[in-house]
Structures are given as C-alpha cells and as structure tokens.
C-alpha cells in the first residue's frame, strides 16, 4: 500500500448543487471509478487532499483510499483547481491493483554534476525533457528518474536507452531513441569565439584599407611627377 492515505466519505447526492454544498462543509467532491465496480461519487477533506498534494507525488503515485475499515488502493487521475485561488476543486481516482499498468510522467534529476568535465569546463546541461512518460506496474512506480553525469563530455547525449529503469516499467515512446538532456558548449564561450572572430576581420578590413591608401599615395605622387 501506499505512505499516502486518503481518507474518504461517500456523497448521497451528485451534481453541482451537490458539489457546492460539499465545498461549503470543508470538502473537495470528487468521483472514484475504474475495475469491475461502479463510478461512486466521494468527497474528501480540503485539507488533507492540500496536504497529500504537497507531496508532490500525489498525481503520479498509488495512494491508499481509506473509507472505514476498507481500503482501496488508487491512482488519483485528476485534479480540478480554483483559476484563482489555486484551491483544488474536484478530484478524479481510479481503482488499481499493484499490477494494473498505467502511464504517468516521472521527473527527471541529474547527480554527479561536479563531476561532469563538460560542466567543469563551462559547457551547459540542456535539457530536452524534464519528466518522461513511462508505462509501469501501479505498485511500482518509481519516484524519480536519476540520470549520473559522472564523466559526461561536451557534445554528449543521454537517451531514453541509457536509463536503467526498474523491471517491468517501460518508456510510452517506443517507435524511437528520444533524447532527454545533452551538454553544450556555454554560450558564452561561443559569443567570445565570435567577438574574436569579427575582430579578426574588422583587423583585416582596416589592414586593408591601409594598403589601398598607401596605394592611391604612390598613385598620386607618381602623376604630380608627370
């Protein structure tokens, strides 16, 4: 089961009158649905679903739906909130087993950053993905994706294929080898490359009028001779 528990009651009466009168008591109506049984409309209280949303795991994790003796574990699916207050409004839960497959999006972290020769020479992590959608067993859903930068070069990728993910979970994106990060040169080095670069030029420009000048001098001593 799951370290996050959520309380619940079940709501006699369904509807937006009935969502609101929810909401008046201190609760966020919502539905659970999904397995053999029937969609049954719940509500749960504000603050402990803020809370279990504070995790911030919540939307990506099973959590343990708790109604008096009985428990049921879930994937909550969905979550309404308030446009301006930011309050959740409605929550959506679906019904699981630990095996039961589902697709959700683990984010990604890097370690070992002090020990990437592209960092240390100034070059720069660019990210492609900062959460990737994997397919997984509901009881196995892993809390994040650890990618080690340890002796990673300027001009490297790191793809899907290179994350050891745990058994039985997979990518949603099959059909390629999608990159998730590369390292960069810093923008800053190639900013200065050109400086130099049209300084160069700006040199040779000059160089050369200095030539053509020289030239029209000796061109014009040379008629006053005549």
Do not use: W
């Amino acid at each position: 089961m799951s370290d996050i528990v959520l309380p619940v009651e079940v709501r006699e009466g369904t509807g937006t009158g009935a969502a609101r009168a929810a909401r008046r008591d201190g609760f966020v109506p919502g539905v659970l649905y999904g397995g053999e049984q029937g969609a049954v409309a719940i509500a749960v209280r504000a603050n402990v679903l803020r809370k279990a949303i504070h995790t911030g795991k919540f939307l990506s994790h099973m959590v343990t739906l708790e109604h008096g003796k009985d428990k049921q574990p879930v994937i909550p699916k969905d979550v309404q909130f308030h446009p301006v207050t930011d309050e959740p409004l409605h929550i959506d839960l679906f019904r699981v087993t630990k095996d039961t497959r589902i697709d959700v999006e683990v984010t990604v972290h890097f370690t070992n950053q002090d020990d990437c020769p592209a960092l240390k020479r100034g070059g720069v992590l660019n990210v492609v993905r900062h959460a990737v959608e994997l397919s997984c067993p509901a009881g196995s859903i892993p809390e994040e994706i650890l990618i080690d930068l340890t002796g990673k070069e300027i001009g490297d990728s790191i793809h899907i294929s290179d994350i050891d993910l745990p058994k039985g979970v997979t990518p949603t994106i099959t059909d390629r080898d999608f990159t998730i990060a590369t390292l960069q040169g810093a923008r800053v080095m190639l900013e200065e490359d050109e400086v130099e670069g049209d300084e160069a030029e700006d040199g040779d420009e000059t160089d050369a009028e200095a030539t053509e000048g020289d030239g029209e001098g000796e061109g014009d001593e040379a008629k006053s001779e005549d």
